[in-house]
């Protein structure tokens, strides 16, 4: 059932997170019969048990269906679910450049948030329509009139007679349909042409191979043909092909230019296809790729260990499965004197770290041990040389640096009026200036800072909602390098460095930091045999000391009778809490420890 | 093969004590007869086994009256071929002149009593019936009625307790006819009404405190320590509680009761219906593995010898805090090491895990 590509729209939906974008998803699903209403869960498209259970769209899914319109006609939608968080704007990025339109959701009584702009001009950029919808009207504090203005003041895009809608409560889906049908344009691209479609998504299944997912832009593609990726050169022969449905893929003949579908080619190798590399044929390649869309850069850099050393070779086929469809994760091997033989990993941010540990623990049931995240840093050698840093542990001598440089972001924050004091404060406190202030409306405030990137990764985000309420929401892009002052901050358990804890810290947090490391590490080393003295040290000099001390008693389990079991069960337990433990040199430091230093909350 | 030891649950109880989650059953005259009978089944069972070593806990074994005790002690004699020590618990309120004489004349030689406390705030707490009074009275009439063995419980790291307290009543102890006292750190077992009261105890440091200074004054007064938890005279050391740590074999009949016989670990059901209906113990598997032996002989202040030379070598640290004493290649816990003796059997077990 091929389309004609008048008849096809391609979009996204894109919206701060929480505004209810996945909600729409599912009720366009129910309204046009994608999936059988016995077959409907709440969020169909978050299909990882990961992210139903955070709320959140960490992976954008496709999915195509057939809209009945008013007009008397059938039109093949293809839905691109995109994730909100700002770690994830990459995945945002893909899966705009399959769309000619995206559908903004905009909650009609939080109004614009950062993302919805961050979303927004990533839309913009790519050139496509963007449909405002407002929703969440069915609460009583909505305010669709005042957010509409918002829309057309802040985005500049006419929105005034945007739909209001309650995806909640089904109210008013059809006239996002129709809006689709009428604003969002037909794809265009010669059928004729030699093929190239962009590869915008992929992930491995295990009895057909890796599975793409494609935007044919130009020419189509037949189950038989020989197919060449062109970054890579590898070619395979396509076994199957066809559109996405909600719940199972529905295989078709053919692909054509303006459509949105998968291909199964027997392909076996992760490594040989990449998203936003293009596909053509073999026999009649195109001359030139399609342009690969905007490649993200990690910002944040961390160590990742198995717990049980045996398992490096499990936790890279791990981290190779989820880079297939997780393309900004990269990683490289590395090596701890303290942990062992590991990776070192990068992230869009804290959150994509936190997500990709636990999808390593849950998808691949291993247990991890992360070491603190650490942004890049470019160093000037005195020799003239520069350097750039993701690890601590590789962080040059002083006396060998000429200058130090650190990322730097800007950052967009959205606020109730009442909170700038309270933002102002937490930027200060974060290294950050202050660039501009523009009201939105007499209670909302947009404010810019420049901020280093080593003060966001760790808990900026927590602790900005925690001073607003909840209230104020963040957005950010990179901004280039700017010099500092910084060190190294050594952390030592019985006089020992561990490598996996060191931090590279400005100057003026070095001993606010050293003192908050070692309360919190004192936390969570349990009391041992012996004394474990903790100390925080730059450049050899004791900065920090806390100590915890030999442990004076354990459970004693009484063997009344000659019943030895609960000594045994005692001691079972001790072997399981040990395993969750890190012999570093004589001391046993929990796993937790590592992960539990990073949240430093004042 | 050395001979076995018998030990006989008796799960029966005037009233249950405030920390306590072993298995116990109100006192029912009728339901102590067919319980009676049922062990004496099971004692017949075991014929042929030879046995020097019996011990009647619970509960309250006296609970059970003199004639069934009497029964129990034939049975064990003809099926055990029994001779030697044969030690018998008893609360301080439940016991009279007479039944201690009785106790004594058939053949019991040792007797233990639940003192826990001389204080009698700690002992209303631990909703004990008796008075330290009684108590006292208890031992001397055991003494009277000719027990020459005696051992009482003391009760460590109890709520409010200080060394003061504590030395109280290891005074009160000392000058009693007593050849052995065990020393228990009090442990709140989840369910148990004094856990559900959320009692501050003494923390980890006053705990310890409390431990070494009972080691310390049972020391002084010629309780010499044998065991994590026992004390006892020159020559009074529990011989069938020693078996339990030695990894030699005993019988355990009764409702709950543990056993290992042949190098098996067994034991009855928790449930005194399904022993009467003659129920199989459950199999608990093989005894006797490395690190069971270790986590047994540990207890003991004799220690225990290692070919393994890296237990040795691992373990110096540890004697070197004061933890361990090293004489050769034998390795025994100090009073400060019986505190953490998780971690040190923890650790010796994983050194002894390693090659050479």
Request: with cysteine; aromatic share 8%.
């Amino acid at each position: 059932m091929a389309a004609a590509q008048d008849h096809i729209r391609n979009f996204s939906i894109i919206a701060h997170i929480d505004h209810g974008k996945s909600t729409l998803a599912d009720r366009i699903l129910e309204a046009t019969e994608t999936v059988a209403k016995r077959d409907m869960e709440a969020q169909l498209l978050d299909n990882m048990e990961l992210e139903r259970e955070r709320g959140i769209t960490i992976k954008a899914r496709a999915v195509a269906l057939t809209y009945h319109a008013k007009n008397g006609e059938d039109y093949l939608f293809n839905l691109i679910d995109t994730p909100g968080h700002v770690d994830f704007n990459y995945e945002v990025s893909r899966s705009l450049a399959a769309c000619e339109g995206a559908v903004l959701v905009v909650d009609a009584s939080q109004g614009i948030e950062a993302q919805t702009l961050g979303n927004t001009y990533l839309a913009i950029e790519h050139d496509l329509e963007v449909l405002p919808v407002v929703n969440k009207i069915d609460l009583p504090s909505a305010d669709p009139e005042r957010v509409c203005h918002e829309i057309e003041d802040v985005i500049g895009i006419p929105a005034l007679d945007a739909p209001r809608i309650s995806a909640k409560m089904g109210i008013n889906i059809e006239e996002v349909m129709e809006r689709i049908v009428t604003d969002i344009p037909a794809p265009t691209g010669d059928a004729s042409a030699p093929l190239r479609a962009l590869i915008f998504d992929s992930y491995y299944d295990s009895y057909r191979g890796v599975i793409v997912y494609i935007r044919v832009k130009e020419g189509s593609v037949r189950v038989g043909d020989q197919i060449r990726m062109m970054a890579t050169g590898a070619e395979f022969t396509v076994t199957e092909l066809g559109y996405m449905g909600a719940t199972e893929l529905a295989p078709q003949a053919e692909l054509s230019a303006g459509e949105v579908g998968y291909i199964a080619a027997s392909i076996k190798s992760i490594g040989d296809t990449r998203v936003g590399d293009t596909v053509t044929l073999a026999n009649a390649p195109a001359a030139e790729p399609l342009p690969g869309y905007r490649q993200v850069q990690p910002m944040v850099f961390s160590g990742i260990y198995p717990a049980d050393g045996a398992r490096y070779g499990d936790l890279r086929d791990a981290l190779e499965k989820l880079r297939l469809n997780d393309a900004s994760l990269t990683f490289e091997p590395e090596t701890s004197s303290a942990l062992g033989f590991g990776f070192r990993c990068g992230f869009l941010g804290l959150l994509h770290m936190e997500i990709i540990q636990e999808r390593l623990e849950r998808e691949y049931n291993l247990d991890l041990i992360t070491t603190a995240p650490s942004v890049v840093y470019r160093i000037t050698l005195t020799d003239h040389s520069v350097v750039m840093i993701d690890n601590p542990s590789n962080y040059p001598s002083p006396d060998l640096i000429a200058e130090a440089e650190e990322p730097m972001v800007r950052a967009n924050i959205l606020t109730p009026a009442d909170y700038v004091g309270n933002i102002m404060e937490l930027c200060q406190e974060r290294r950050g200036i202050f660039k501009d202030m523009t009201y939105l409306d007499q209670t909302r405030v947009e404010m810019h800072y420049t901020l280093p990137l080593n003060e966001i990764v760790y808990d900026f985000f927590d602790a900005l909602k925690s001073r607003t309420k909840g209230y104020a929401s963040f957005d950010y892009e990179l901004s280039g390098f700017a010099p500092s002052k910084l060190v190294k901050l050594d952390i030592m358990l019985n006089g020992e460095v561990v490598d996996a804890l060191s931090f590279i810290v400005h100057t003026d947090k070095a001993y606010p930091r050293a003192r908050s490391i070692a309360q919190k590490l004192k936390e969570h080393i349990p009391r041992q045999l012996f004394e474990v003295p903790i100390q925080a040290a730059v450049g050899g000099k004791i900065i920090a000391r806390e100590t915890v001390k030999a442990m004076r008693k354990d459970v004693l389990a009484k063997c009344y009778g000659g019943d030895i079991t609960r000594k045994k069960k005692l001691l079972e337990k001790q072997k399981e809490g040990k395993k969750r433990m890190r012999q570093l040199g004589s001391v046993e430091v929990p796993q937790e420890a590592f992960m539990a230093v990073l949240k430093l909350d004042e | 093969m050395s001979k076995a030891g018998v030990y006989l649950h008796i799960p029966f109880c005037g009233r249950k004590c405030s920390y306590c989650d072993f298995y116990s059953l109100p006192a029912d005259q009728s339901q102590m007869e067919t319980y009676t009978a049922a062990l004496e089944r099971d004692i017949a069972r075991s014929h042929g086994i030879e046995a020097d070593t019996l011990y009647l806990g619970g509960g309250t074994p006296t609970l059970l009256g003199e004639r069934r005790l009497r029964r129990l002690m034939e049975a064990v004699k003809e099926h055990f071929s029994f001779a030697g020590e044969a030690t018998i618990e008893a609360n301080p309120e439940s016991v009279t002149p007479g039944l201690l004489s009785a106790l004594f004349d058939m053949g019991f030689n040792r007797i233990s009593f639940g003192v826990q406390s001389m204080r009698e705030e700690e002992l209303s707490l631990l909703r004990r019936r008796h008075t330290p009074q009684r108590a006292e009275q208890a031992i001397l009439a055991a003494y009277e009625a000719g027990f020459r063995n005696i051992s009482a419980d003391v009760m460590l790291a109890l709520p409010k307790q200080t060394k003061e307290t504590l030395g109280y009543t290891l005074s009160r102890f000392t000058a009693l006819p007593l050849t052995h006292i065990s020393a228990y750190l009090l442990q709140l077992e989840e369910g148990t009404p004094l856990a559900d009261s959320h009692p501050v105890l003494p923390d980890e440091d006053e705990t310890a405190a409390l431990y070494l200074m009972t080691v310390d004054t049972l020391q002084k007064a010629g309780f010499r320590q044998y065991e994590i938890s026992n004390f006892a005279k020159e020559g009074y050391p529990c011989r069938h509680n020693l078996k339990y740590w030695q990894g030699e074999p005993y019988v355990g009949l009764g409702a709950a009761a543990h056993g290992c016989i042949e190098n098996r670990r067994y034991a009855y059901p928790r449930d005194i219906k399904r022993y009467l209906t003659g129920a199989p113990p459950e199999d608990l598997g093989a005894a006797g593995g490395f690190e069971e032996t270790v986590m047994l002989r540990l207890r003991l202040t004799e220690g225990m010898a290692f070919q393994n030379s890296r237990v040795i070598a691992g373990m110096r640290p540890c004697e070197e805090a004061g933890l361990v004493v090293i004489e050769g290649n034998r390795l025994r816990l100090t009073p400060r090491g019986f505190l953490v003796s998780n971690l040190l059997i923890g650790r010796v077990v994983e050194l002894g895990g390693q090659k050479e």
